[in-house]
């Protein structure tokens, strides 16, 4: 029986100081008035390139969440990880777009550069892209409008929409779709998996379409292309029953990576302002019930779908296994994944990798000014997920106890 009380395990691969360090962060974190001043101005330090701002940021917040300032950098914290039998997925964490088509076609080889390193690393079988880092968010949105307004499958929309656009958006829009393509054999070719990240509502049915058709070409064998389903979403769940159909009837591996989501409060907030029916689930308990059912599905489906099970939560980690030793199959099963964000529920990674399940850290990396966006998110995750920041604080504080009584008796 798996336990998330372990801390011996959690934090094996932490020192005593980097514990302190965690400690004193996560104590911050939990100081809603302390979290929204940092929030206000950490953006503002970097803009106005205050002496000391990049150092405090790299030695805390850094630190905790994010791999490392060059992929030179990962290599450290992977090694580290491998370990402890935890792999890694790798994230090129700058969101794009500033610089227009030159500025996709950068983002486009630094992905692939991501695929060729992560290659020829032993620990990092998996990474991440964002459709809005080589894409015009404003042509996904008009795409994302005309598919709604039409009627029929998903893919059927997709190209009703794409055959009424103007030539010089159909022309932008081909040269999205080739950046993904050669993303997408450059995986295929050196066996790295792609995992495409979510977005918001109203640009995430052309991504879906999208990493559709990328998974019907490069998914016929094994999945090397994945989707991320955000289950706070009421339709998610049937969304991911329709892509099973469609991998069935197509004859490809389903990739499907489990969240539950990260826009929820911009997307009530957009649904409010503009007058339509809310996107996200009425409760937590239906959010967490519609995930659960997720992994059930998916693990009863396990011939032609390729699970990442990516959650902080810890039932809905214990479940999985759960199902899977009812079926009588491994926690390796080779289309079972487990995945936790670097810095956070080292609880549930450590104790699911110490059963023997495939588990990772999903690692961003990049320059600090790239990469303060996702800091910023990951300080608010914390404070907005009730009793996200207590609990990582209370097992800290259970561990460093732990370690004081041992340091007593010897």
Known sequence: ??????????FAYKTTKELKRANFLFSSMGNPLLLNTGLKLMPLAMKLHIPFTRSIIRQTIFKQFVGGETLEQTAVVADKLGRYNVQVILDYGVEGGDDGEAGYDHATE??????????TQNNIPLMSI?????????????????????EGTLMKRYYKVIGLLGNDEKAEWERAVARLVKICETANRKKIGVLVDAEETWIQDPV??????????YNKEKAVVYNTIQLYRHDRLAFLKASHE???????????????GAYMEKERKRAAEMG??????????????DYNDAVEFSIEHLDNIALIVASHNEYSNLYATQLLDKKGLPHNHPHVHFSQLYGMSDNITF??????????????????????????????????VAGQTGRELGLIKKELERRGQLRIKN
């Open 1 to 10: 029986m798996i336990s998330f009380d372990n801390t011996e395990y959690a």
């Open 110 to 119: 630094e992905f692939i550069k991501v695929i060729g390193y992560a290659a």
């Open 130 to 150: 964002k459709v809005t880092g080589i894409v015009r968010f404003g042509l996904l949105e008009k795409i994302d409008s005309g598919m709604n307004s039409n």
């Open 208 to 217: 879906d379409a999208l990493t559709i058709l990328m998974m019907d070409t």
């Open 246 to 260: 469609a991998a069935t009837e197509r004859g490809f591996v389903l990739g499907a990576k489990l969240v539950r």
């Open 276 to 289: 339509y029916p809310s996107p996200i689930q009425p409760s937590k308990e239906a959010c967490d019930k």
């Open 351 to 384: 104790n699911l990798a110490k059963s023997g399940c495939s588990v990772s850290k999903y690692l961003p990396f990049g320059p600090i000014k790239d990469v303060v966006p996702y800091l910023m998110r990951r300080a608010q995750e914390n404070s907005s």
